[in-house]
Nanobody, 125 residues
Framework: QVQLVESGGGLVQAGDSLRLSCAVS????????TAWFRQAPGKEREFVAA????????YYADSVKGRFLLSRDNAKNTYYLQMNSLKPEDTAVYYC??????????????????WGSGTQVTVSS
């Protein structure tokens, strides 16, 4: 059983930075594609960023490209979302997610099998 635990959320001002972490237990991270999603009140859960397990290459939603950086440390079974130049519209609950294998890009929540419980990020203006 794969378990994911997020940490690092909080309340910041516009322009500030935060780093979210997702610790994975139960399986070796290297065989899993990993991602971050977010969900604001009254909105659907949306894709933020992901890493393909086979290439280690990250890809991003247009709304965060150039501001957010996704990385992973397979030795620590942990992956990270560095969020810079935060905006009030980035306010949401952020979820980490994982799926076993796959050889393409995955952008929708139902393509991921495992989820964390979420961490709140609030950006004030």
């Amino acid at each position: 059983q794969v378990q994911l635990v997020e940490s690092g959320g909080g309340l910041v001002q516009a322009g500030d930075s935060l780093r979210l972490s997702c610790a994975v237990s139960g399986r070796t991270l290297s065989s899993y594609a990993t991602a971050w999603f977010r969900q604001a009140p009254g909105k659907e859960r949306e894709f933020v960023a992901a890493i393909r397990w086979n290439t280690g290459m990250p890809y991003y939603a247009d709304s965060v490209k150039g501001r957010f950086l996704l990385s992973r440390d397979n030795a620590k079974n942990t992956y990270y979302l560095q969020m810079n130049s935060l905006k009030p519209e980035d306010t949401a609950v952020y979820y980490c997610a994982a799926r076993f294998g796959g050889f393409t890009y995955y952008y929708t929540p139902n393509e991921y099998q495992y989820w964390g419980s979420g961490t709140q990020v609030t950006v004030s203006s």
